[in-house]
């Protein structure tokens, strides 16, 4: 109930980023496509950083308490770290 994972994943061209609850169901899901961010825009830091704003707004919603960070693809890229210091910044 007050804990959950989240899936990072990125590509050359997108960011996925998933919200589980420990059993592996999906809560929410985004990208850049369901977003609207359309063309080479989807791969850049700041299209990561909205992506991550919405999922730690359901993060917020949901009431989740602890979240575990799963990260796969790219990670020594700007969008990983984007993504990572949006999901853990205190601003809402």
Known sequence: ??????????CINNTYITLTNLKGEVINTFCGGLL??????????????????????????KNIKFIILKLNGI???????AAIKSIYSNKY
């Open 1 to 10: 109930k007050y804990y959950g994972i989240v899936n990072i994943n990125t």
């Open 36 to 61: 609207k961010i359309k063309g080479p825009k989807r791969s850049t830091s700041v299209a990561s950083e909205a992506i991550s704003n919405k999922i730690k707004q359901v993060i917020i919603q």
């Open 75 to 81: 990670l020594h890229s700007r969008k990983m770290k």
